[in-house]
């Protein structure tokens, strides 16, 4: 009997500290962060220090994918992450009913119409044909972009979530239907001529700064969603952690670095 009482008792010291090793994120001076793409890596690696001498030590997680932080996160994996914008947080929420929320803005990326041919909306010919990302989110933002541009209105006003077909007037009868992965719109530009892209890719084609830009996205109360942000979850973005992180990924030396490193590609959103 005495064997029997002794074995529980160990099971139940196991247990808690179990559940402590499943939030390791939380429960000490580490604070996880996950990352996707440059230069939100750099970012981190460039506060590091800050971080330590405020008590904490930062970890860095690099992913490939998107889903994989998220859901990280959520699942207190993770203290924050750093991939997306605000309008891919919440289709992410939607689609999986969690509290993730955008803590801090940290920078736009630019997003630009380029022809090869033109030098002003103006010259763009009725009939003509623009190569458009084929995933919803940046699809939309393509047709938002061509609407600022003059070139389109929408029913209702719409502004997020667009479609082709909430198109209400398209005066030079623009073709849409050409939509490609945001990977592949570089190469079809080339046989195109015209497309809607990130400088990330059109650096591939050695296009530097505004080469061939014909209209480049404006900030205003839509495209601000667009900033690529600091993002954490509903139960613990007012913690020391998230707030220390907020801290130093706002600091000047970080902005500066912004400026100096990624300025052919993005404004900083602070």
Known sequence: MKKIVLALAILLMIVPMVGCGENKAQDNNEIHVGVAFYPMKDILQLIKDDLKEDGYELVIHEFSD??????????????????????????????????????????????ALYSKDFTTIDEIPSGASITLPDDSTN?????????????????????????????????????????????????????????????????????????????????????????????ARNDNK????????IKHVTSDKVRQFLIDNYSWASSPAF
């Open 66 to 111: 998107y889903q994989a932080p998220n859901n990280l996160l959520f699942n207190k994996e993770l203290d924050a992450n750093m991939i997306q914008h605000d309008y891919f947080l919440q289709s992410f929420n939607q689609a999986n009913n969690s509290d993730l929320v955008t803590v801090k803005p940290i920078y736009h990326a630019t997003f």
């Open 139 to 231: 699809l939309s933002r393509a047709l938002y972009l061509l609407g600022q541009a003059g070139l389109l209105t929408f029913k209702d006003n719409k502004t997020i979530g667009l479609t082709p077909d909430d198109i209400e007037s398209n005066p030079k009868n623009l073709q849409l239907g050409d939509q490609v992965p945001l990977t592949s719109l570089a190469q079809r530009y080339t046989e195109t001529g015209l497309a809607i892209m990130y400088p990330t890719y059109a650096k591939s084609l050695e296009l530097i700064g505004d080469e061939e830009r014909l209209y480049v996205e404006k900030q205003d109360e839509v495209t601000e969603g667009y900033a690529i942000s600091l993002v």
């Open 238 to 245: 007012d913690s020391e952690k998230v707030k220390v992180l």
